[in-house]
Protein backbone atom coordinates (compact mmCIF):
# COMPACT_ATOMS: atom_id res chain seq x y z
CA UNK A 1 0.00 0.00 0.00
CA UNK A 2 1.69 3.48 -0.93
CA UNK A 3 0.44 6.66 0.40
CA UNK A 4 0.15 10.00 -1.35
CA UNK A 5 -1.98 11.92 -3.59
CA UNK A 6 -4.12 10.12 -5.98
CA UNK A 7 -4.13 12.77 -8.27
CA UNK A 8 -0.50 12.46 -9.31
CA UNK A 9 -0.43 8.42 -8.89
CA UNK A 10 0.20 6.54 -11.91
CA UNK A 11 -2.19 4.18 -13.03
CA UNK A 12 -1.99 0.52 -13.69
CA UNK A 13 -1.71 -0.35 -17.62
CA UNK A 14 -3.35 -3.46 -16.83
CA UNK A 15 -7.17 -3.83 -16.15
CA UNK A 16 -8.67 -2.66 -13.14
CA UNK A 17 -11.37 -1.33 -11.47
CA UNK A 18 -11.68 1.01 -8.52
CA UNK A 19 -13.63 0.81 -5.29
CA UNK A 20 -13.25 4.32 -3.62
CA UNK A 21 -14.63 7.30 -0.56
CA UNK A 22 -13.37 10.10 -2.33
CA UNK A 23 -12.96 13.86 -0.90
CA UNK A 24 -15.53 15.55 -1.78
CA UNK A 25 -13.52 18.71 -2.99
CA UNK A 26 -11.39 16.93 -5.61
CA UNK A 27 -14.35 14.89 -7.12
CA UNK A 28 -14.16 16.53 -10.49
CA UNK A 29 -10.63 15.69 -10.76
CA UNK A 30 -10.99 12.42 -9.58
CA UNK A 31 -13.60 11.52 -12.20
CA UNK A 32 -11.43 13.08 -15.13
CA UNK A 33 -8.05 11.26 -13.83
CA UNK A 34 -9.95 8.02 -14.64
CA UNK A 35 -11.89 9.06 -17.45
CA UNK A 36 -9.91 10.75 -19.53
CA UNK A 37 -6.78 8.82 -19.16
CA UNK A 38 -4.91 6.47 -21.20
CA UNK A 39 -6.29 3.20 -19.32
CA UNK A 40 -9.60 3.77 -17.55
CA UNK A 41 -11.28 1.60 -14.91
CA UNK A 42 -13.42 -1.17 -16.64
CA UNK A 43 -15.79 -0.55 -13.50
CA UNK A 44 -15.77 2.43 -10.92
CA UNK A 45 -17.60 3.04 -7.72
CA UNK A 46 -16.99 6.40 -5.95
CA UNK A 47 -18.94 8.01 -2.75
CA UNK A 48 -19.69 11.61 -4.41
CA UNK A 49 -22.01 14.15 -3.07
CA UNK A 50 -25.34 13.93 -4.81
CA UNK A 51 -25.31 16.96 -6.44
CA UNK A 52 -21.99 16.69 -8.18
CA UNK A 53 -23.49 13.31 -9.85
CA UNK A 54 -25.52 15.31 -12.09
CA UNK A 55 -22.61 17.17 -13.70
CA UNK A 56 -21.34 13.75 -15.08
CA UNK A 57 -24.36 11.92 -15.45
CA UNK A 58 -26.18 15.09 -17.19
CA UNK A 59 -29.76 15.00 -17.99
CA UNK A 60 -30.32 11.40 -16.48
CA UNK A 61 -30.29 13.36 -12.89
CA UNK A 62 -30.46 16.60 -13.72
CA UNK A 63 -32.43 19.06 -16.38
CA UNK A 64 -29.19 20.10 -18.47
CA UNK A 65 -25.86 18.32 -19.81
CA UNK A 66 -22.95 20.06 -18.60
CA UNK A 67 -19.46 19.50 -21.19
CA UNK A 68 -17.89 16.77 -19.18
CA UNK A 69 -21.04 14.62 -19.38
CA UNK A 70 -21.28 14.71 -23.00
CA UNK A 71 -17.71 14.21 -23.40
CA UNK A 72 -17.77 10.82 -20.86
CA UNK A 73 -21.22 9.63 -22.27
CA UNK A 74 -19.58 7.66 -25.43
CA UNK A 75 -17.30 5.75 -23.05
CA UNK A 76 -18.75 5.32 -20.36
CA UNK A 77 -22.35 4.21 -18.23
CA UNK A 78 -23.19 6.28 -15.89
CA UNK A 79 -25.21 5.01 -12.43
CA UNK A 80 -26.46 5.81 -9.12
CA UNK A 81 -25.58 2.28 -7.78
CA UNK A 82 -27.02 3.41 -3.70
CA UNK A 83 -28.17 6.87 -2.26
CA UNK A 84 -26.91 7.23 1.08
CA UNK A 85 -28.92 7.97 4.13
CA UNK A 86 -26.80 10.90 6.30
CA UNK A 87 -27.44 8.14 9.63
CA UNK A 88 -25.07 6.17 7.63
CA UNK A 89 -22.29 8.48 8.73
CA UNK A 90 -20.97 9.42 11.56
CA UNK A 91 -20.70 12.61 11.99
CA UNK A 92 -23.41 13.12 10.26
CA UNK A 93 -22.14 14.91 6.32
CA UNK A 94 -24.05 18.21 5.47
CA UNK A 95 -24.58 16.83 2.12
CA UNK A 96 -26.53 13.87 0.48
CA UNK A 97 -24.08 11.46 -0.78
CA UNK A 98 -24.76 8.38 -3.44
CA UNK A 99 -22.58 6.09 -5.01
CA UNK A 100 -22.09 6.43 -8.67
CA UNK A 101 -21.15 3.76 -11.03
CA UNK A 102 -18.81 4.27 -13.89
CA UNK A 103 -18.62 1.50 -15.81
CA UNK A 104 -16.51 1.66 -19.24
CA UNK A 105 -18.95 0.71 -22.17
CA UNK A 106 -18.56 -2.52 -23.83
CA UNK A 107 -18.51 -0.53 -27.27
CA UNK A 108 -18.00 2.84 -27.44
CA UNK A 109 -20.66 4.89 -29.12
CA UNK A 110 -17.60 7.22 -30.85
CA UNK A 111 -15.06 5.68 -32.94
CA UNK A 112 -11.69 5.86 -30.87
CA UNK A 113 -10.12 7.52 -33.70
CA UNK A 114 -12.50 10.30 -33.61
CA UNK A 115 -12.22 10.95 -29.81
CA UNK A 116 -9.87 14.09 -30.30
CA UNK A 117 -12.52 15.48 -32.96
CA UNK A 118 -15.41 14.62 -30.79
CA UNK A 119 -13.86 16.40 -27.95
CA UNK A 120 -12.76 19.37 -29.83
CA UNK A 121 -16.67 19.71 -31.18
CA UNK A 122 -18.12 19.45 -28.14
CA UNK A 123 -15.76 22.10 -26.16
CA UNK A 124 -16.35 24.43 -29.08
CA UNK A 125 -19.99 24.20 -29.16
CA UNK A 126 -20.27 24.52 -25.16
CA UNK A 127 -18.06 27.84 -25.36
CA UNK A 128 -19.72 29.37 -28.11
CA UNK A 129 -20.88 33.64 -26.66
CA UNK A 130 -24.09 33.39 -27.98
CA UNK A 131 -25.26 29.83 -29.05
CA UNK A 132 -28.22 29.46 -31.08
CA UNK A 133 -29.21 26.46 -28.83
CA UNK A 134 -27.83 26.26 -25.67
CA UNK A 135 -25.79 22.98 -25.76
CA UNK A 136 -26.58 22.14 -22.16
CA UNK A 137 -30.26 21.63 -23.35
CA UNK A 138 -29.24 18.90 -26.18
CA UNK A 139 -30.08 15.50 -25.40
CA UNK A 140 -27.03 13.23 -26.29
CA UNK A 141 -28.84 11.21 -29.67
CA UNK A 142 -28.90 14.61 -31.03
CA UNK A 143 -25.09 15.04 -30.12
CA UNK A 144 -24.38 11.74 -31.90
CA UNK A 145 -26.10 13.07 -35.10
CA UNK A 146 -24.98 17.09 -34.98
CA UNK A 147 -21.48 15.17 -34.96
CA UNK A 148 -21.98 12.77 -37.67
CA UNK A 149 -23.27 15.91 -39.72
CA UNK A 150 -20.04 17.71 -38.38
CA UNK A 151 -17.61 15.03 -39.56
CA UNK A 152 -19.09 14.96 -43.64
CA UNK A 153 -17.92 19.04 -42.85
CA UNK A 154 -14.70 19.70 -45.50
CA UNK A 155 -11.95 19.37 -43.86
CA UNK A 156 -10.98 22.56 -43.83
CA UNK A 157 -14.37 23.21 -41.74
CA UNK A 158 -13.50 20.63 -39.17
CA UNK A 159 -9.80 22.15 -38.81
CA UNK A 160 -11.16 25.54 -37.19
CA UNK A 161 -11.65 23.59 -34.42
CA UNK A 162 -8.88 21.24 -34.26
CA UNK A 163 -6.75 21.83 -30.32
CA UNK A 164 -10.15 23.62 -28.68
CA UNK A 165 -10.29 20.69 -25.88
CA UNK A 166 -6.64 21.02 -24.94
CA UNK A 167 -6.86 24.86 -25.12
CA UNK A 168 -9.95 24.96 -22.75
CA UNK A 169 -8.22 22.56 -20.52
CA UNK A 170 -5.07 24.72 -20.10
CA UNK A 171 -7.73 27.73 -19.38
CA UNK A 172 -9.20 25.69 -16.72
CA UNK A 173 -6.06 24.25 -14.47
CA UNK A 174 -4.86 28.31 -14.61
CA UNK A 175 -8.54 29.36 -12.71
CA UNK A 176 -8.51 29.23 -9.04
CA UNK A 177 -11.18 26.77 -7.93
CA UNK A 178 -13.51 26.79 -4.45
CA UNK A 179 -15.64 24.35 -3.53
CA UNK A 180 -19.19 25.72 -3.21
CA UNK A 181 -19.54 23.28 0.04
CA UNK A 182 -16.65 24.70 1.77
CA UNK A 183 -17.31 28.52 0.83
CA UNK A 184 -18.31 31.90 2.84
CA UNK A 185 -21.86 31.94 1.55
CA UNK A 186 -20.61 35.83 0.37
CA UNK A 187 -18.21 33.92 -1.66
CA UNK A 188 -19.21 35.98 -4.90
CA UNK A 189 -17.67 39.54 -3.46
CA UNK A 190 -14.56 37.79 -3.27
CA UNK A 191 -13.83 37.08 -7.24
CA UNK A 192 -13.33 33.22 -7.06
CA UNK A 193 -14.20 31.03 -9.62
CA UNK A 194 -17.07 28.71 -8.64
CA UNK A 195 -16.29 24.55 -9.47
Known sequence: MRLGSFLTYSLPSYPYKVFSNIPFNITS??????????????DTYLIIQKEAAGKFMGMTVDNKNSLVAILLKPWFDFEVFYQFKQNDFFPKPGVNAIMLRMKKKGKPLININQKSLFEDFVAYSFNQVKPKIKPGKIDFNEWLKLFDIFVKEPEESRQKIV????????????LEKIHRTRVDKNWKRTGFTLC
Open 163 to 174: GFYSKLKKQQEQ
Open 29 to 42: DVVKKLALSENPPE
